[in-house]
């Protein structure tokens, strides 16, 4: 597929206009660090006097927070969060991100999703994770809470121009929230995004989703060690969910999109050699796909434009955002 670099360019400075709704499993990464004094005599453990804790958006709340980056936060959230310490935490984190947390939705009887991670460093050495504590109620939502959140969804799907469902599989996305989310946004005539790690058969009707090559396999049963394996599985994926396009996300190896009537493009990756950290790689590629998507662009242009903005959040540590104005300047690079 011949790409026009001028066109690429008129879509990225778009990616600011669409308002995105991001439903799914919100969550907090709360990363606490200390210097290593000595070892406990209570235990053969490190004691480790605190030097910082930073709160970071993690599952579909990143998704939602690289959305704020690029569209000058113009990105709602629908989630389920627990009346607890870590739910003040999490409402505070979306604030800072410039994400609106207005239509959560409390439930008492779970926990707000957190995953703590403790990490430890000496003068001569790097910082390295010790302890990683997670938070988190992974059944299904009861079906009040599950009502209100239906609710929230039905209330916001006019305001918003495009939709993500971000599923880690914390029990936020039920059956009946995924089919009515997708219903209300076709019948709103918005773009809706899917991105799951399985059951990926379940999401009839959507503009696109984004699985990577591992869940791809699982999903389609059989492994993917070529062009013709992903030009199979992402036709029967279309198959299976009547979504206008598939982008399955391969890692090193890039990104490959699939269309209907034998339309594929694969994408190179960029920047390899400048990888440090690949978490929340995935969430930046949905987001930006979807905004690109949102934008008019057809999906190859949108998956270009996702797999630059990779390229970019990569080269940080942890779970990182970037900018219309880094997109544009890597593009100029590239």
Do not use: W
Request: with cysteine; net charge negative; charged share 25%.
């Amino acid at each position: 597929m011949y790409i026009n670099k001028e066109q690429l360019v008129s879509y990225i400075k778009k990616l600011a206009e669409p308002k995105v709704l991001v439903v799914g499993d919100l969550a907090i990464d709360e990363m606490i660090y200390g210097d290593a004094e000595r070892i406990s005599r209570e235990a053969p453990v490190l004691i480790l006097l605190h030097s910082e804790t930073k709160l970071i958006l993690g599952a579909a709340s990143n998704a939602a927070h690289n959305v704020a980056a690029l569209n000058n936060g113009k990105v709602s959230v629908i989630g389920v969060c627990g009346d607890d310490f870590q739910a003040g935490q999490l409402r505070e984190t979306f604030e800072k991100a410039n994400v609106n947390c207005g239509l959560l939705v409390v439930d008492p009887s779970r926990k707000t999703t957190t995953k703590t991670r403790i990490s430890g460093s000496i003068t001569t050495s790097i910082t390295q994770q010790i302890v990683r504590i997670d938070r988190q109620t992974k059944e299904f939502l009861n079906p009040d809470i599950e009502e209100e959140v239906l609710k929230q969804i039905e209330r916001a799907m006019p305001e918003h121009d495009a939709v993500i469902l971000s599923n880690y599989h914390i029990g936020t996305l039920t059956p009946r929230i995924i089919q009515e989310t997708i219903r209300l946004a076709n019948q709103h005539n918005k773009i809706i995004v899917v991105d799951a790690q399985k059951d990926l058969d379940v999401y009839k009707n959507v503009t696109s989703m984004t699985p990577n090559l591992p869940d791809t396999q699982k999903s389609v049963g059989f492994a993917l060690e070529n062009e013709e394996d992903l030009k199979r599985a992402g036709d029967k994926l279309l198959d299976e969910t009547n979504a206008k396009s598939i982008l399955i996300t391969c890692g090193a190896d890039g990104m490959f999109v699939v269309r209907p009537h034998g339309n594929y493009t694969k994408i190179p990756v960029f920047n390899k050699s400048e990888v440090f950290d690949v978490t929340g790689a995935g969430d930046t590629v949905t987001a930006v796909y979807t905004l690109a998507l949102a934008t008019g662009a057809d999906p190859a242009y949108a998956a270009i434009i996702g797999n630059i903005a990779a390229s970019i959040v990569v080269r940080q540590f942890g779970c990182a955002t970037t900018t219309v104005e880094e997109i544009l300047a890597a593009v100029e690079d590239l």
